[in-house]
């Protein structure tokens, strides 16, 4: 099966100005996840997702991160405005429903704010 | 956020050695799962378990849930090069499909 689809690979950007990451899950699968990994540090939950609605946002920034899953398949995370400590590379998840399947991650979006 | 402690940090042994990792927790989990990354690529499931106590095994690679449910272990057996990366511990409870993340122990394994 095709595996979680992300783009850009990498993105260079000054402080202040805004981004959108995009991420395709695998088919069929209804949970979808956002990951903050800064570079050193193991992933962190921003935004869980199942169908469309939102499950759990309470480590998403929201003064300046917003996510968004129309349909209940693509995903988009945006950052405006960027600040300098946005730099990370940007994971995106996907599972089936129920909780002891473990997730299947895309290869990820390299964020530098400069 | 909470993440949980990984050891060691970092590891560089021969090739060939046998390797061992340990995660903590102060909180209980109901899964362990154990990761891989490689450089530029989203981490990638090695091995998950379910119930305390349970020690599985994929190929060279063995873990265990520990009996207090907030502890880990990754043993590597006869590592070879490609074993290079981080390993990620990450739990997970009943009532959430949140993985908390470890911190990670970098492997480097020269031939």
């Known amino acids: 099966e095709a595996g979680v689809a992300q783009s850009p690979r990498y993105k260079i950007i000054e402080k202040r100005q805004s981004v959108a990451f995009w991420c395709n899950p695998i088919?069929?699968?209804?949970?979808l996840y956002w990951y903050q990994q800064i570079l050193g540090q193991g992933p962190k939950l921003l935004i869980q997702f199942q169908n469309n609605g939102v499950v759990d946002d309470s480590q998403l920034p929201k003064d300046r991160f917003s996510a968004e899953r129309l349909k209940g398949v693509d995903s988009t995370l945006k950052i405006q405005p960027a600040k300098l400590e946005d730099s990370a590379v940007y994971l995106c998840?996907?599972?089936?429903?129920?909780?002891?399947?473990?997730?299947?991650f895309g290869s990820g979006t390299r964020l530098t704010v400069v | 956020g909470q993440q949980l402690n990984q050891s060691p940090q970092s590891m560089f042994i021969q090739e060939g050695e046998d390797v061992s990792m340990n995660c903590t927790s102060s909180?209980?989990?109901?899964?362990w799962l154990w990761y891989k990354q490689e450089p530029g690529e989203g981490p990638v499931l090695l091995i998950a378990l379910y119930k305390a106590g349970e020690l599985t095994s994929n190929g060279r690679l063995t873990a265990q849930f520990g009996i207090t449910r907030k502890d880990s272990f990754l043993n590597i057996s006869a590592s070879i090069p490609s074993d290079v990366g981080i390993y990620f511990c990450a739990g997970q409870t009943y009532n959430t499909d949140k993985l908390i993340f470890g911190t990670g122990t970098r492997l480097q394994v020269f031939p």
């Open positions: 088919s069929g699968h209804a949970t």
């Open positions: 998840a996907s599972s089936l429903v129920g909780k002891f399947y473990g997730y299947t």
């Open positions: 909180s209980i989990f109901n899964t």
